[in-house]
């Protein structure tokens, strides 16, 4: 068994290709479904947020991982050429250390920020919901979800982070100095939402609105932030009284178009509008900033204003890489213990049938034996085989602890004709 991981993030793609390739919630039972039965896996997650799409499955030895590649192109629509260059790909001990940084927070686009966990693990939990999570991933995920922990209780990497949230309404200090009686609108109620409706309170901003397609969920958080909900259906005919409008909505189009902004700021006589797109895919059309007096960011966008945070925290972070590093060598060691089990155990079986034939041979030979003398045979033969096998079986628990292990276990293999046994 092997753990491969392909994605794209914003490392390595723009938003307008991050929002091609996202898989919504509504969709992903069935994705990972899909993606298993397409790549041969015996084991899938995905992980899709704003700022990453991630698939990793645990496959079989000898299995072509160039399939999640397609898979994800092919799913999404997408010629597999178009989206190469945006990819990476980690396999075993890169996948894991992947999926371990990722869980901390060390390589998200804010340093420190803790909303990448709790969408891990909701991905985690959608895989077991699904049945595609087995003993292996859930090893993997499990330990990753312990060192994440771990980072943050042990550095003070998630101290004072900046995160999208707030450098968006610092953006907007910019922009229009006090926010204290400017009228916020909120697309969408979720935790980014929610964080940004917070950074406005304090910044002294007490007008806030909220629209959510589900109802409820506009009521929840407009109790919370003492907001008022706008019925989802009409928003729009309120815009022009907003000075800043924030979207986080999971909406598969654009929820505002040029030329409905356009009206927009006819409406306001060109007073300027701050737009904070935070979706990914994008719920305002680029082409809104073309507009004079409208002011458009998005998550790209926002990714920079942070940068410089991320680079007053290096320190912490690379702390909590050192703590990674020794947690991903604790975790193959675990996972190559395991692996050899079975090896061992079907080494022990092989020569202990070897001893039984022999042992019936040379019966044959000797003639009629009494109970004693064939007690005595039975132990001479499983104690020099005990003795053969205890070499291989003590390099085999060795191999398993180190690194570079993998071609003393496939010489044993081989030397004992045990090619097929075990996992990996």
Same mark, same amino acid.
């Given at each position: 068994?092997?753990?491969?991981?392909?994605?794209?993030?914003?490392h390595?793609?723009?938003?307008?290709?991050?929002?091609?390739?996202?898989?919504?919630?509504?969709?992903? +039972?069935?994705a990972?479904?899909?993606?298993?039965?397409?790549?041969?896996a015996?084991?899938?997650?995905?992980?899709?947020?704003?700022?990453?799409?991630e698939l990793?499955?645990?496959?079989?030895? +000898?299995?072509?991982?160039?399939?999640?590649?397609?898979?994800l192109?092919?799913?999404?629509?997408?010629?597999?050429?178009?989206?190469?260059p945006?990819?990476y790909?980690?396999?075993d001990?890169?996948? /894991?250390?992947?999926?371990f940084?990722?869980a901390?927070?060390?390589?998200?686009? @804010?340093?420190?920020e803790?909303?990448?966990?709790?969408?891990?693990?909701?991905?985690?939990a959608?895989?077991?919901? !699904? +049945?595609?999570l087995g003993?292996?991933?859930?090893?993997?995920?499990?330990?990753?979800?312990?060192?994440?922990?771990?980072?943050r209780s042990?550095?003070?990497?998630g101290?004072?982070?900046?995160?999208?949230?707030?450098a968006a309404v610092?953006?907007?200090r910019?922009?229009?100095g006090?926010l204290?009686?400017?009228?916020?609108?909120?697309?969408?109620?979720?935790?980014?939402?929610?964080?940004?409706?917070?950074?406005?309170?304090r910044a002294?901003? =007490?007008? @806030?609105?909220?629209?959510?397609r589900?109802r #409820?969920?506009?009521?929840?958080?407009?109790?919370?932030?003492?907001?008022?909900?706008?019925?989802?259906?009409?928003?729009v005919?309120?815009?022009? $009284?907003m000075?800043?409008?924030?979207?986080?909505?999971?909406?598969?189009g654009?929820?505002?178009?040029r030329?409905? %902004?356009?009206?927009?700021? $006819?409406k306001?006589?060109?007073?300027?509008?701050?737009?904070?797109?935070?979706?990914?895919?994008?719920?305002?059309d680029?082409?809104?900033?073309e507009?004079?007096?409208?002011?458009?960011?998005? /998550?790209?966008?926002?990714?920079?204003?942070?940068?410089?945070n991320?680079?007053a925290?290096?320190?912490?972070?690379?702390?909590?890489?050192e703590? /990674? $590093?020794?947690e991903?060598?604790r975790?193959i060691? !675990?996972?190559?213990a395991r $692996?050899?089990?079975?090896?061992?155990? +079907?080494?022990?079986?092989?020569l202990?049938q070897m001893?039984?034939a022999?042992?019936?041979?040379?019966?044959?030979k000797?003639?009629?034996?009494?109970?004693?003398? =064939?007690?005595a045979l039975?132990s001479?033969?499983?104690?020099?085989?005990?003795?053969?096998?205890?070499?291989?079986?003590v390099e085999?628990?060795?191999a398993?602890?180190?690194?570079?292990?993998?071609?003393?276990?496939?010489l044993?293999r081989? /030397?004992?004709? %045990?090619?097929?046994?075990?996992? #990996?």
């Amino acid at each position: 068994m092997k753990v491969s991981l392909i994605g794209l993030s914003h490392h390595t793609a723009p938003v307008e290709v991050r929002e091609r390739v996202a898989i919504q919630e509504s969709s992903l +039972g069935e994705a990972l479904e899909a993606f298993k039965r397409a790549s041969g896996a015996e084991e899938t997650l995905i992980l899709s947020t704003c700022n990453r799409v991630e698939l990793t499955a645990a496959l079989p030895e +000898g299995a072509d991982a160039g399939a999640m590649a397609r898979f994800l192109a092919e799913a999404r629509g997408l010629s597999p050429e178009w989206l190469e260059p945006y990819l990476y790909r980690y396999d075993d001990e890169k996948a /894991i250390r992947h999926l371990f940084r990722v869980a901390a927070s060390l390589d998200s686009m @804010v340093v420190g920020e803790p909303q990448v966990l709790g969408q891990l693990k909701a991905a985690y939990a959608a895989a077991r919901e !699904r +049945g595609t999570l087995g003993g292996f991933l859930d090893t993997v995920l499990s330990r990753a979800f312990a060192v994440a922990k771990r980072v943050r209780s042990e550095t003070e990497i998630g101290r004072s982070a900046v995160s999208i949230a707030y450098a968006a309404v610092e953006l907007a200090r910019q922009i229009f100095g006090h926010l204290n009686e400017k009228k916020v609108l909120l697309v969408g109620a979720g935790k980014m939402s929610e964080l940004a409706a917070r950074h406005l309170q304090r910044a002294g901003c =007490e007008k @806030v609105f909220v629209a959510n397609r589900t109802r #409820g969920r506009a009521d929840d958080l407009a109790e919370q932030i003492s907001g008022t909900v706008l019925d989802y259906e009409t928003y729009v005919s309120r815009l022009h $009284e907003m000075d800043i409008v924030l979207t986080s909505s999971g909406a598969s189009g654009y929820l505002l178009t040029r030329d409905q %902004m356009a009206k927009v700021l $006819e409406k306001r006589r060109y007073r300027p509008v701050f737009l904070i797109d935070i979706a990914v895919p994008r719920n305002i059309d680029p082409k809104v900033n073309e507009l004079e007096g409208a002011f458009l960011y998005d /998550i790209d966008d926002l990714g920079r204003a942070v940068e410089e945070n991320r680079k007053a925290r290096q320190r912490e972070a690379e702390q909590a890489e050192e703590m /990674i $590093e020794t947690e991903v060598a604790r975790l193959i060691e !675990r996972l190559k213990a395991r $692996e050899v089990g079975p090896l061992i155990s +079907g080494l022990h079986e092989q020569l202990d049938q070897m001893a039984k034939a022999e042992f019936e041979r040379f019966k044959a030979k000797l003639g009629p034996l009494s109970p004693v003398q =064939e007690e005595a045979l039975t132990s001479y033969t499983r104690s020099l085989l005990n003795k053969i096998a205890h070499g291989p079986v003590v390099e085999l628990r060795r191999a398993a602890g180190r690194p570079d292990g993998d071609t003393e276990i496939s010489l044993i293999r081989r /030397i004992f004709r %045990m090619e097929g046994s075990g996992r #990996g």
